[in-house]
């Protein structure tokens, strides 16, 4: 599509983001989640005409990272950047934000010329969205009451039940994949996990893929041994999604099922639900040996499943053996990255360049997340922006 | 006061700072530091019109924090980027920096495409203000001897004596609150002492707050448990400021005294000098298990003072039962963030909202220190910002 | 030389550097060393004159520093930013990065809005230039391949074999001072070992220097004690860049001898290539003993050579006993920063402003690099910015 088209459909959509915080898909209609799409087209269009789609000529974008990120974060950076914001980090050290009077007193303090502040916090179930919460209630609390002079607005940057930037990245992959966003529906995408020799990995990127791709009549079905569940309720939400935009949901025990005549396959580690619950308790009283304890044990549930291995083989059962692999990053790669892992080298290195690509996405998103949130009219900023043609790189 | 009454204020002070380091408010006139308080209302005059103050179309702002910092880190932040500068910190690592001659290297290593540095050097009794007259010197040096293209400016984050950019924040608070600086002539301000289960905090804060309360005709009183003493020059400082200004300044021993019929009541803990001085010595022998032990003799010394709490009965005392509550922030609040504290709970929630406020004026304040000491003539670049109009904000 | 002069001289060279990464110089030709010196003395004749060099409106530099640095990294820093783009920096944290496999998804994942790519990689021999062509590599594919919408440029902030942001700034200043680089053909330049109180310094900077200087015409010697030999390869680099170049390349065991006429003198301490070879063994094996037990026996060995300090005495060999002294600073400075080092303090304190200029042409260096690596045309970039005549700062 090209630039007109993009802002001509965004106009049709007569949706708004202004002023919302984007921290579940799931809370978004359907046409909110279609204008970050677009948005995120379209300001990729700009840059790729080196136009130039500085819109702030002051102000920070605040990123809190409350576990390690080196993608999300070269994202987030990228996106602030592109749109004229300027990065400031706030680096927890010692957690001096322990509970909900000071979590209501920085949100403040760090925002008074602050635009967006975007979190990660998926370290403890329970936790994260709802510490996200609490920022947006301090937010508003301050602004309301003329702290503020403006209220800044939040991006999840993964929590502990969605990774929005992720999934919403995935889905403007797979639209520019398959050709549009009407082209996915009926198309079957496995979910599954898979191998990998380390535990504790998030359930964010599942939920956010089965939660996301379950609005657009695609064929969801999610696959992992017995045990690893995900957060019942972010279930719940896929399956009710499914049945309201015409698409399936099925949840298995079988990776061949799932992959069977799959259009995509979306193979990837995770920790169970119960699992990432006991770790999280741990964690919060510091209980090395207990931590320990239940990384052996959680190891050794692992290695049973060492055949959730996306192979050659599993690939041939795939629609017409052909499925589009996917994979938010890094992946644990058999013979490359590890031992025995999520995927087989000569699968991974077939999509290595569409993986990829599929992140390439990820800065437009959050920039169409962060541009969406702070402007009344994002499609009429599109439109100037456009008109004024200021050459990114000045020559 | 309008845009247009500020700069027509700031017209008729016939004061400069321009090229003059901001390290502590007595060494300022009168007239400069209203310079500052005006310059700082119209920033935030401008960006609450959403009308850029980007004066900087490239350059750093380099901060070096010696101590933990959030607040004053965010600031320093968003006042730099607020004019268009680029944040650099100057992360020391292991103390690379040890001794005169390599402060004065280092000044200068760091300075080539450098506007601003600001510095908190607070941990160190005798040594944070010295350490910015030191790197003030190199910087002198470098210019001098045409290294340095520009003499940046420094701008005192927190040093051992004062801690500028709070009290400022403060007195532009106070002025908005009281309505005019001539307001709060003869208004009493309680800098009183309060319990904190901790120890160490820096005596910078209660200092800045009498050396420049007590510029304004204020009636300051000073109280503090016996021990818990100033740095006696600073006091020194306050009852000539308050000799020269007509108000008033006291120091005594009941924070009852200091309450009575109080305008304004400040509670904050602190160390007393002679603590500090041995903490110091200490902290630079790095001897640990002395530095146990002092901390355990003080905060036992602290525990005879819990009654030095801000409660409800202590501020009925005051003026009308309604002095207004301050606090430089994170404050101890008994039963929120510790179990006894600086100020009780209901009376730190009902003044939290004016607390915020105060420290809204942070960021601005130190934005009005870098633009008055770059600018040549700020009062025309307020005006050129004002004619030139430009959106901070693209729509 | 004044602004169209060096216009009028990069316009006859007819050189380019467009899309050529910058990691040895003697991967350059002649006309493309000149063409940088040009562009950075431009650009600080830009600076100078208050006038905006910012050409990107938007855009990220990456920096990567796998070692310490300050100098480096704020030189880097003020480069970006003269240039209008945002520094992101890579912390790896526990090397993430540790095969080729990750080198080559990190070095896309970084790279979807960034223009250019910094790198130190200096501790171990035979790694940091290798691992900036594996990246090189990475970015070369990802463009290729349309994941990259544009090929970042990396520039080598040192590598275990060349040190060209250093080495040109040395020789940016030696232009100035000797007036033209016309004038340094037929001039001596002392590359001499020095002794020093550590242990383990890269071999880049002077391996940097007999490899730059050699291709001006100049007469080079290399002198150090025996067993403190550099990288054999970039010897042969040296000799064959003197041949070629008219200049001569020496090597011998004699700080005398290298002083004796020497018009320039650089005594720098470095640990020899092949205890570098086994600190890197021993640092790749995590062997904390063996990396003690190497530091006793080299710091043992150093011993042995303390009159190899750069004194008032040997000064006085040098050409009219006034040679220029140079360093990459910090120096270890007898009696200052150390007991016994590199240099007498009274022969460094004379030339201190020198050394300290000769830093200050590294920020304008890096940023000549970044330039002539993203312009197609840079003579046109340099002129427009001219005739743009933005000030830098508003007034």
Chains 1, 2, 3 share one sequence.
């Not at 996915?184 to 979910?191: Q, S, V």
């Not at 017995?226 to 099925?250: C, H, M, R, W």
Request: with cysteine.
């Amino acid at each position: 599509m090209n630039y007109s088209q993009l802002l001509s459909e965004i106009g049709q959509l007569n949706a708004s983001l202004h002023q919302k915080d984007f921290l579940l898909t799931w809370d978004k209609t359907e046409n909110e989640l279609r204008l970050v799409l677009l948005a995120a087209e379209a300001l990729k269009c700009l840059h790729g005409q080196n136009i130039s789609a500085q819109c702030f000529e002051t102000g920070l974008a605040v990123s809190q990272f409350r576990d390690n990120s080196t993608r999300t974060r070269f994202s987030f950076a990228s996106a602030s950047n592109l749109l004229g914001l300027a990065v400031q980090d706030l680096d927890e050290g010692k957690s001096q934000i322990a509970h909900g009077e000071t979590v209501r007193e920085t949100s403040n303090m760090i925002s008074f010329l602050t635009e967006i502040i975007g979190i990660r916090d998926d370290m403890f179930l329970g936790a994260g969205h709802t510490y996200m919460l609490e920022v947006a209630a301090a937010l508003d609390d301050g602004f309301k009451n003329g702290v503020l002079p403006q209220r800044p607005g939040i991006v999840n940057l993964q929590c502990d039940v969605d990774h929005p930037t992720q999934s919403m990245a995935d889905l403007c992959w797979l639209k520019e994949h398959f050709g549009s966003l009407e082209a996915l529906r009926g198309k079957k995408i496995a979910m599954t996990w898979a191998y990998s020799p380390s535990y504790g990995k998030p359930l964010s990127v599942p939920q956010g893929i089965i939660g996301l791709m379950t609005r657009f009549g695609m064929n969801v079905a999610l696959a992992h041994p017995e045990g690893y569940d995900l957060i019942p309720d972010v279930v719940q939400v896929a399956k009710k999604n499914a049945a309201a935009s015409g698409g399936q949901f099925t949840e298995g025990t079988s990776m061949d099922e799932a992959f069977k005549d799959a259009d995509i396959v979306y193979p990837k580690s995770w920790a169970s639900y119960q699992v990432m619950g006991r770790r999280t308790e741990l964690l919060r009283k510091n209980d090395k040996d207990g931590l320990k304890a239940l990384e052996k044990e959680c190891l050794g549930q692992n290695a049973h499943f060492k055949d959730w291995e996306c192979t050659e083989a599993k690939m041939k059962l795939t629609q017409g053996g052909k499925a589009l692999y996917m994979h938010c990053l890094p992946a644990d790669i058999t013979g490359v990255s590890c031992k025995e892992g999520e995927v087989q080298d000569s699968v991974f290195e077939r999509y290595r360049i569409e993986t990829y690509k599929e992140a390439g996405y990820k800065p437009f998103v959050i920039a169409a997340m962060m541009l969406t949130n702070r402007m009344q009219n994002p499609l009429a900023v599109l439109e100037n922006l456009m008109k004024r043609k200021q050459p990114r790189i000045f020559s």
